[in-house]
């Protein structure tokens, strides 16, 4: 069982990886652009929801779960049919919170970039002429 439960946290990595990926970096910029226009434009039903999966993490790491547990043939608890299922949403669970923390340490770190930004355009910028004068009207030597 403790190798299952490894096994578990280990493949949920690639799975948060490339849904990741191909949901939010430049990499797939345009494919995804292509898939939401026709997420948003398609004439059925089944042809907008088929491009939606393209641009949602979550709803894309399903696809990419099926797709590693065919690969690999992981079965979480039980050994038949049951096994798969369990492992299956079990990845899809630890893959997104594995996503969640990478966006939310991706923000932060956006946060700090803006605040350092912010600090050094302070620290560099020209004094006003009052700021530069030692002698202004408030001064107790005027």
Known sequence: ??????????????????????????????SRD???????????????????????EYCFSHYITVLILLLTGYKLVMNDWRGYLIAGFSLVWVSNI????FGLIRQDISKCKMEIREIGS??????????RSPLTKNSPFI
């Open 98 to 101: 594995y996503m969640s923390l």
């Open 34 to 56: 292509y898939c939401v226009k026709r997420s948003r434009q398609g004439k059925t039903l089944l042809a907008r929801k088929f491009f939606y999966v393209f641009t949602c």
């Open 122 to 131: 302070k620290m560099y910028r020209e004094p006003d002429v009052e700021e």
């Open 1 to 30: 069982m403790y190798l299952q439960i490894v096994w578990l946290f280990l493949l949920a990595l690639p799975i948060a990886c490339i849904a990741w990926t191909v949901t939010h970096e430049e990499v797939f910029r345009e």
